[in-house]
Each structure stands twice: as C-alpha cells, then as structure tokens.
C-alpha cells in the first residue's frame, strides 16, 4: 500500500523533507506539484523525518503539496529491446522512442559475490595500439581514465566502443554537454555500434539527482546481459561530475563536508559502482572503463586519489595521447602472455628505449652535442609518437607487434634494442 503525505516539512533547494514512518532509505516517491507529478529519492533518514532530493528540483514545490511513497526503490527496465535505446537519468526515453516499463529490475544493488568470480585471462581488442600493445584492457577489468578538460576522452571512448570486441556496450554519460551527447549518438550509429549499445545520459541542464543514477542504471542492465552469457563493456563519463554532484547534494542536506567539500563516503560511493566489474564463472563479464577529469590536472584531487586506491591501474591522457609513462593495466600481464611470443618483450623494449628518448630530449634542450646513439632514439622517438602513440591510429595487434619490429628496424640494430636473440631472429624485418 503507497503511503500518502500532504504536509512537506521544508523545502531546501531540490530537498524536501517529510515527517514518515516506515520508509527506507532509497525509496522513491511522487510529489504532486503545480507543475505535474515529479519523482524524488529517499537519500536520508533521521528519526522520523524523511529527506527527498527531488528529481524536477525545487522549483513549483509548496508545504501543502502532496508525497505518495511507492514503496520501492529506482528501477529500470530490462531486454533485449534496451539495444539502441537511449534513456535519460530517471529512466525516460530521451530518444523520443517508447516507454519500457517490462521486466524492471531494481538499480544499486551489492556486487557480486567474489565466490561467484573468476580471474581474468581475455583480452579485449580495441585497436587502439597504446592499449592493446603496452596496456591491454582485460575482461572483468575496472580502468579509469585520467585526463584533463580539453582532451579528447569522449571521442577516446566513442573509438573504444565501436572497436572493443564485446557484445554489449552501455554508455553512461554525467554531466556532458549536448553536443558530448550528440557526437556519442552519431558516431555510434555511423560506425555501426548503436545496434549492441544502450545508452544512459545525463547532460549539464538535467537535474543533479538523476546524475547519480546514470552509474547504478548502466552497471543494473550490465549485469543482467553478463548474466545472459554476454561480454559488456561499461563506459562512463566523467566520475568526477557523479563526484561532484554528491557534493552538491550532501552540501544542500548540511553534511559534514570532508575533503575539498566531497561527502566523507567518497571511497564507498565510488567503490560501489567499480567493483560492479565481475567475470562470471558460466556466464558473461563486465568491465568497467570510466573517465575521471582531474581540475587542474591534479592526480592528488579526491575524485582521482580515491579511484586510484579502487581500480586496478589507469589510462593517462594527456596531449591528445595514451601516455606510456604513468599508464598501467595491472591484470595485463594475465593476458599478454598468450598473445605472440614477443608480445612482453616488445612491449618492455619500445618502452625502455622511449624512456631514453625523453632523457635525449632533455639532454638537447640543454644544448648538449648529439652523440650518433642521441640520433638514433630521436627519431625512434618521433617514429614511436607518429605510428604508435597517434590515437588515430586503428590497426590489429598482431598489426601493431609487426609495426613495433619495423620502426625498431628502422632506427636500430638488433644488439642496440636489448632484445632476445631467439625474437630478433624470429620477428627481425627481413630487407628485400
């Protein structure tokens, strides 16, 4: 039976607050309004007074208005017929498409039972050689990935998922602009991705509220598709709008700010939605790739301090490139030894002899003399840069190892790289 109430407490912003019995935590209800019926969230409880953060904000809300509790927390519909769907935070089609109310599923629940995993050992091609080649993304894997405002994460991320060879994609977008919201759209449906991804968007004008749902409503339809026997891929951006929108609701509630003003349950919030990622024994997996903005390119700000403690490496990006150094995919090593036989060895040699090719450049920026060896790493360097840390580059990894081999070559010889003999004889580029 729905609970009615018609005296709101206060009203604080987008919070209302209304003396009940009974409630839970996360429950929902409609607030009756001048402007129509809105939803609104349980997201406090203290003694018997009820906090709602109401979806449609405060705007049109009067103490005498009425609060129906439905008695039962967010949900979202689940099927096949999600697949080229796009819904807004509160579940509404945003596509103009029809409303699905079969088979709802409740959003926000525990993770999965760590009984229930199963460890990691797919990788996931994306085409992309500074992931496949020295990062590789791994089924079940949560990444996110560091960058700053101006970079190109969305148009990354739009790459990833059409290329990523999963079966299911689910987009969750927070806080984007319209036209983030756009490219997402038309690039999906130009490469031919739209028809496996569904997409969960939140833009800058939507309420706050349904910020905070766009995580648990992407990682829900996730899990039902992993349990079917599917390979999704979740992508989310940008963890640091979710962040912040915590913020502003737990500043409006009064809350005891802690770092920066972010709410003290940071970590857990963040937590929560990570460890969604899961490779199921018998079943699908889900991995988890979110981008986390750092304001001002501060890796010690909260939003990405925390995750880094939660998630298993990270992607840097920065000018437009994965960067080698600071990026790590720690489950990369469960994988990459299946691969080719010179996957681990090229990998850690380009690496090295890149790391050399920055201590070059310093060197040159001093206006030191270039040794022949100084000459070498330069345009190994620029060669490496150009063909491999390009991010149009798009070519398969056995595509990228052979590249890896050639600009080796072209630069150096075999006992200059520090490669094993038995690979150098094996993958060395024969001259015509």
């Not at 629940?109 to 990788?123: D, L, W, Y």
């Not at 059409?162 to 806080?175: K, N, P, R, S, Y």
């Not at 304001?295 to 995750?307: E, F, I, L, R, Y």
């Amino acid at each position: 039976m729905k609970k009615v109430y018609s005296k709101i407490e206060s009203i604080n912003g987008s919070v209302i607050t209304v003396k009940a019995q009974g409630i839970r935590y996360g429950d929902l209800a409609e607030v009756d309004t001048t402007f129509g019926v809105s939803l609104a969230e349980v997201n406090r409880l203290e003694n018997d007074i009820v906090y709602l953060q109401v979806f449609a904000g405060g705007r049109g809300i009067s103490t005498g208005d009425t609060v129906r509790f439905l008695g039962r927390p967010m949900e979202v519909c689940y099927s096949n017929n999600l697949l080229g769907r796009v819904f807004t935070g509160s579940g509404e089609p945003k596509d103009k498409g029809p409303l699905l109310k079969d088979n709802m599923i409740p959003i926000g629940g525990p993770s999965v039972n760590p009984a229930q995993r199963i460890v990691p050992t797919h990788m996931i091609r994306t085409g992309i050689p500074m992931i496949d080649l020295f990062n590789t993304l791994v089924k079940s894997q949560k990444l996110p990935i560091f960058s700053v405002s101006g970079e190109p994460y969305n148009e990354l991320l739009a790459r990833i998922a059409m290329q990523a060879e999963v079966d299911v994609i689910v987009l969750g977008a927070m806080g984007v602009k319209y036209d983030d919201y756009l490219y997402f759209k038309d690039t999906l449906e130009d490469g031919g991705a739209f028809s496996r991804t569904v997409m969960f968007v939140h833009t800058a004008s939507d309420p706050t509220v349904e910020c905070l749902m766009i995580p648990d409503m992407s990682l829900a339809v996730a899990e039902k598709f992993a349990l079917e026997g599917k390979d999704v891929l979740v992508l989310l951006t940008d963890m640091t709008n979710f962040a912040d929108a915590m913020k502003e609701i737990s500043i409006i509630q009064e809350q005891v700010p802690s770092n920066r003003g972010y709410p003290g349950d940071l970590y857990s919030q963040l937590a929560s939605r990570y460890e969604k990622a899961v490779d199921f024994e018998g079943a699908g997996s889900i991995t988890v790739l979110g981008v986390t903005t750092m304001p001002g390119d501060d890796v010690t700000h909260p939003v990405p301090d925390n995750t880094g403690y939660i998630t298993e490496g990270q992607y840097y990006l920065k000018n437009k490139r994965i960067e080698p150094f600071g990026s790590l995919s720690r489950l990369k090593q469960t994988v990459n030894g299946k691969t080719r036989q010179d996957h681990r060895a090229l990998m850690d040699g380009m690496i090295k002899l890149y790391s050399s090719f920055k201590d070059t450049l310093e060197k040159k920026a001093m206006g030191f003399a270039m040794t022949p060896w100084d000459e070498k790493l330069l345009k190994y360097g620029e060669m490496f840069e150009s063909q491999m840390m390009d991010l149009s580059v798009n070519i398969p990894l056995e595509k990228a190892l052979d590249l890896g081999w050639e600009i080796l070559a072209a630069c150096f010889t075999t006992d200059e790289t520090g490669l094993r003999t038995e690979l150098t004889s094996k993958f060395w580029p024969k001259k015509d």
